[in-house]
């Protein structure tokens, strides 16, 4: 079993940065990817990106390449998602999510360890 949890969520400012962080613990040698989502209230949990913890490759949602960066610590078994020129779009409760499987993923169901979740508001 894998746990992952999120930290680091809060208000901030239009055009202001943040920064999220994903520990994962338990089986973390059975992880392939750690993903990160998002879902605003009434929406879908939509992906915002992903890396690969063997590659170190990174993908993004087109919607937040060019601000959003994903990187990580093997030692700390941490993700980070550092988020930059922050728009009120973005304001949403943000996931971590490990899979355990290659090849990309891009949707829910393509993960099978999630976190609780943390908050992001953008305030204009």
């Known amino acids: 079993q894998v746990q992952v949890v999120e930290s680091g969520g809060g208000l901030v400012q239009v055009g202001g940065s943040l920064r999220l962080s994903c520990a994962a613990s338990?089986?973390?040698?059975?992880?392939?990817?750690m993903g990160w989502f998002r879902q605003a209230p009434g929406k879908e949990r939509e992906f915002v990106g992903a890396?690969?913890?063997?590659?170190?490759?990174?993908y993004y949602a087109d919607s937040v390449k060019g601000r959003f960066t994903i990187s990580r610590d093997n030692a700390r078994n941490t993700v980070y998602l550092q988020m930059n020129s922050l728009k009120p779009e973005d304001t949403a409760v943000y996931y971590c999510?490990?899979?355990?499987?290659?090849?990309?993923?891009?949707?829910?169901?393509?993960?099978?360890?999630w976190g609780q979740g943390t908050q992001v508001t953008v305030s204009s």
């Open positions: 338990g089986r973390t040698s059975s992880i392939y990817t």
């Open positions: 999510a490990a899979r355990s499987v290659g090849g990309r993923g891009y949707s829910p169901e393509d993960y099978r360890y």
């Open positions: 890396i690969g913890l063997i590659s170190s490759g990174t």
